[in-house]
């Protein structure tokens, strides 16, 4: 195969990855009823003047599915790390024994759990509009090199071709993920 349609399928490829690492980011952070560190990957501390994420001044795990425990490595951060959670909005009121900061997940509501599907679903939506946007542009390269004489025609066919069969397999794992995250949610 040419050298600049391998160019252009590795291309592809990459952006289509990162549109799958992007929506398993986004997926972690819509909570299933049950306890996952994951949950507080977004929250920010006010580390001596800085912002510091919360797992490099704690250690964040769940003793339970319910619970999630927070070890901060210095006690006197305790109450800046109540604060941002409670600032960093995500419906969680930390409760804290002097060592520990607990954090007791709520199991969700019916309704709650239908809003988090829908939610799943636009992430994926998302997801799958990144995924057609990276193979439109791959396959407008293709036709740029074949209108430029670069290519023959053959070599253009193959190329779209196996553009759609990375397509199809990104849009599977979007599909696989959203499926996966649906079932956990919908789980009581």
């Known amino acids: 195969m040419n050298e600049e349609i391998q160019m252009i399928l590795d291309d592809a490829r990459t952006r289509m990855e990162?549109?799958?690492e992007h929506?398993?980011?986004e997926l972690a952070h819509i909570r299933a009823g049950k306890a996952n560190p994951r949950m507080l990957d977004g929250v920010m501390v006010d580390y001596?003047?800085?912002q510091t994420p919360l797992n490099q001044v704690?250690?964040?795990s769940t003793p339970d599915a319910r619970t999630i425990a927070i070890q901060p490595w210095e006690k006197?951060?305790?109450p800046e790390?109540?604060?941002a959670i409670i600032n960093a909005n995500l419906g969680?009121?930390?409760d804290n024994n002097g060592d520990i900061i607990r954090i007791n997940v709520p199991p969700l509501t019916e309704e709650r759990r239908k809003t988090l599907v829908k939610d799943t679903h636009r992430e994926g939506e998302n997801a799958k509009v990144s995924i057609r946007n990276a193979r439109k542009d791959a396959n407008d390269y293709l036709k740029k090199l074949l209108k430029s004489k670069e290519i023959s025609e053959d070599m253009e066919k193959i190329g779209i071709d196996e553009v759609q069969t990375i397509?199809?397999?990104?849009?599977?794992k979007v599909d696989e993920g959203m499926e996966n995250k649906e079932k956990e949610i919908m789980t009581v």
Not at 167 to 172: A, E, H, L, P, V
């Open 18 to 20: 990162q549109a799958l």
């Open 23 to 25: 929506l398993e980011k």
């Open 48 to 50: 001596y003047g800085s």
């Open 58 to 60: 704690s250690s964040v």
């Open 76 to 78: 006197k951060l305790i």
């Open 81 to 83: 790390i109540e604060k």
């Open 92 to 94: 969680f009121n930390p």
């Open 167 to 172: 397509t199809d397999d990104y849009i599977k």
